[in-house]
């Protein structure tokens, strides 16, 4: 008996991985957080499957369905929006299982902010405009480690990728604006790769309003910084022809024949 802690991706059933589809249709009990994973990413789910959604529970709750299938030897699908180790709250349930001895694996997923920048089209890492992407929340009910407050964080200018933040992002902007700049790209991606996915870009200066008057207030990705829209970046260095590396030598310019 084994629990898998699945990753099934932003929405779409296509982003689930084919080890992650494999597993949802093979286990016995489906666990999943229906707050956030759509009932399409489990319909391979066995029909005779024990589909639970873990939404309304407490981890005391999800902890007690685990140890039943364990009694009973049944696989259990831990199923998790986007990759199950990032904001997955999953570290908690694994230090139940170890506890317990509960053998567990974990399968990764594609998470929500690179699934957003696939939506945009947009590189997070440009060659010297930012090589860093910072993935953080904005401080609300849970509070942020002294040392990781925004504004510190905004200090380096690179790339932001914000999660369970977007009723924050007034506050969001008023922090980052010192920092960035008024001007400085943002884009929200609210429901990425679902059928209502919408995108909505400004600037830390627009943004806010832009977002209120779409009246969007759940499970979005705010992306900021100045990769989201220049075209000011130099070639990287991997395909420049006087560049060797581990599979390619360089090419000297003046070829003599
Ligand atoms: C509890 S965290 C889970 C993050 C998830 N583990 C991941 O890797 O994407 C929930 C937050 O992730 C973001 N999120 C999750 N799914 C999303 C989606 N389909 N579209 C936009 N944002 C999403 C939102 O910021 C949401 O508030």
């Given at each position: 008996m084994k629990v898998f802690i699945i990753g099934?991706?932003?929405?779409?059933?296509?982003?689930?991985t084919l080890r992650a589809a494999e597993l949802i249709a093979a286990c016995p009990v489906v666990l999943y957080t229906g707050s956030l994973v759509p009932r399409a990413a489990i319909?391979?789910?066995?029909?005779d499957a024990k589909v639970l959604d873990?939404?309304?529970?407490t981890l005391d709750e999800i902890i007690d369905i685990i140890k039943e299938a364990h009694r009973a030897e049944h696989d259990v699908a831990r199923v998790h929006t986007g990759?199950?180790?990032?904001?997955?709250?999953t570290a908690e349930q694994m230090r139940r299982m170890d506890e317990l001895a509960i053998p567990y694996e974990v399968i990764p997923g594609v998470s929500s902010f690179t699934a957003a920048a696939a939506a945009l089209g947009k590189e997070l890492t440009l060659p010297e405009v930012s090589q860093t992407v910072i993935l953080t929340r904005a401080e609300g009910r849970t509070p942020m480690p002294e040392r990781e407050k925004l504004v510190d964080l905004a200090r380096h200018n690179a790339t932001l990728a914000l999660f369970l933040s977007i009723t924050l992002l007034r506050e969001v902007t008023q922090l980052l604006i010192p920092e960035y700049g008024e001007d400085c790209p943002v884009a929200v991606v609210h429901k990425?790769?679902?059928?209502d996915q919408r995108i909505l870009t400004g600037t830390l200066g627009d943004i806010t309003a832009r977002v209120r008057q779409a009246g969007i207030k759940t499970q979005s990705i705010i992306l900021i910084g100045r990769?989201?829209?220049?075209?000011e970046f130099a070639d990287s260095r991997?395909?420049?022809?006087d560049f060797s590396h581990g599979y390619r030598r360089a090419r000297t310019t003046d070829h003599a024949e």
């Open positions: 099934a991706g932003p929405g779409d059933p296509k982003l689930l319909r391979m789910a066995r029909p873990s939404s309304g529970m990759d199950p180790l990032i904001f997955g709250s990425v790769s679902w059928p990769a989201l829209n220049t075209k991997l395909y420049a022809p």
